[in-house]
């Protein structure tokens, strides 16, 4: 159980374009969902927090406006990168928290932007 | 200083060896202690979880966690060379506007050679 999907895996786009990534629980509800970046060589860092039917909670520094993030179900949250650059390109990983095992999240299998 | 500290290594190790992942940390709050294993091009997949002090065993793995210390330690049993990934230990249970939210450390690679 407890399993995270993303969608897609990996994407490449042109500047200035816009790339939406979903975030599906497939076998269980998730009213939390995280995003998160990741360098290479690096630890994660998180973007923002997405709670169903509310706007999402975004780390500082984090420019809402760029990264929007919508959690319209208990099963699905996305993230859209608007007016992609190069400087966007990373790995990008949601997770859900499973409340009911105690706080523990579960981590998507990560998309790779590139964007050229 | 960093909230939560983990050695990145590398680590190095033969198959079968005992291998030994820590992190401490510096929150006394946190309640909620988790170890995941990240293969390259990968999200985390969660290897154990711990709430508050005490030992926990799952195969070979077994998390120890000493809140008194603040320091959390992973050991892994006759390693195999698939065990070789990147291994972050994660927190949570800060409350207040960190509830919900895990803290990670930096991540420790760990080669298994065969």
């Known amino acids: 159980g407890a399993v995270v999907s993303q969608h897609p895996s990996r994407v490449i786009c042109k500047s200035g374009t816009s790339v939406k990534i979903e975030c599906r629980s497939l076998?269980?509800?998730?009213?939390?969902m995280f995003w998160y970046r990741q360098f290479p060589k690096k630890s994660l860092m998180l973007m923002a927090t997405?709670?169903?039917?509310?706007?999402?909670?975004?780390e500082q520094g984090v420019e809402k406006d760029k990264f929007l993030i919508n959690h319209a179900s208990l099963t699905l949250s996305t993230l859209t990168v608007t007016s992609a650059h190069p400087e966007d390109s990373s790995f990008y990983i949601c997770?859900?928290?499973?409340?009911?095992?105690?706080?523990?999240?579960?981590f998507g299998p990560g998309t790779r932007l590139t964007v050229l | 200083q960093k909230e939560v500290e983990q050695d990145p290594g590398p680590l190095s190790v033969p198959e079968g060896a005992i291998v030994s992942l820590n992190c401490t940390y510096s929150?006394?709050?946190?309640?909620?202690f988790m170890w995941y294993r990240q293969y390259s091009r990968k999200g985390p997949e969660l290897l154990m979880y711990?709430?508050?002090?005490g030992n926990k065993e799952d195969g070979r793995f077994t998390a120890q966690v000493d809140k008194s210390s603040k320091y959390i330690s992973l050991f892994i049993r006759d390693s195999q060379p698939s065990d070789s990934a990147t291994y972050l230990c994660?927190?949570?249970?800060?409350?207040?506007?960190?509830?919900?939210?895990?803290?990670f450390g930096q991540g420790t690679i760990l080669t298994v050679h065969p």
């Open positions: 929150n006394s709050a946190f309640q909620y």
């Open positions: 997405s709670n169903e039917g509310s706007k999402a909670t975004y």
């Open positions: 711990t709430y508050s002090s």
């Open positions: 994660a927190m949570s249970g800060g409350g207040g506007t960190s509830y919900g939210k895990l803290t």
């Open positions: 997770s859900a928290r499973v409340r009911e095992l105690t706080d523990t999240q579960y």
């Open positions: 076998d269980f509800q998730a009213t939390t």
